[in-house]
């Protein structure tokens, strides 16, 4: 009978996520979710930009309406996913620049998008299941389980 490598663990096939502290986890969380209000205040500032006065109620509606849930997107991604290490320094310093220049005239919450854009693209990309090591791994063809059921 074929045997097959155990999964390792955060290994696709078990569906498992690795195991992370706790600390990281948090961290990764409250980096997040700067993330989500970097592009909040970001499409704010830009929304705020196209009226003369203060901006409308309806204005504020929609802005919240679309970003309060991308706030809380990015920051479940970013619990969930294995954002460590250089990362996680990449996304902070992401949401530092971005933190920045999103009070500059009006290039500043575009520049603030982007940042937010590039640090959310990190932490989904780490959010990625593991690719499976394929060392131990091989195909078993029809014949063969035949062969091994009549032995």
């Known amino acids: ?30 980096l997040g979710a700067f993330t989500g209000l970097l592009s909040l205040t970001a499409m704010a500032r830009l929304a705020a930009g196209a009226f003369n006065g203060p901006m409308s109620r309806f204005a504020w509606v929609v802005v919240l309406a679309a970003m309060v849930p991308w706030v809380v997107y990015v920051a479940w991604r970013a619990r969930h996913g294995r954002v460590a290490g250089a990362r996680l320094v990449l996304v902070a310093a992401l949401v530092a620049i971005g933190g920045g220049v999103v009070w500059l005239s009006v290039v500043g919450p575009v520049l603030a998008l982007a940042c937010s854009l590039a640090a959310s693209v990190i932490i989904w990309v780490s959010d990625w ?18 062969r091994d059921e009549e032995e």
């Open 1 to 30: 009978m074929p045997t097959l490598s155990p999964a390792a663990a955060g290994n696709v096939v078990t569906g498992e996520p690795a195991r992370r502290p706790a600390g990281s986890r948090s961290l990764a969380l409250l």
């Open 129 to 146: 299941p593991v690719r499976r090591s394929r060392g131990n791994d091989r195909l078993v063809t029809i014949e063969e389980l035949q």
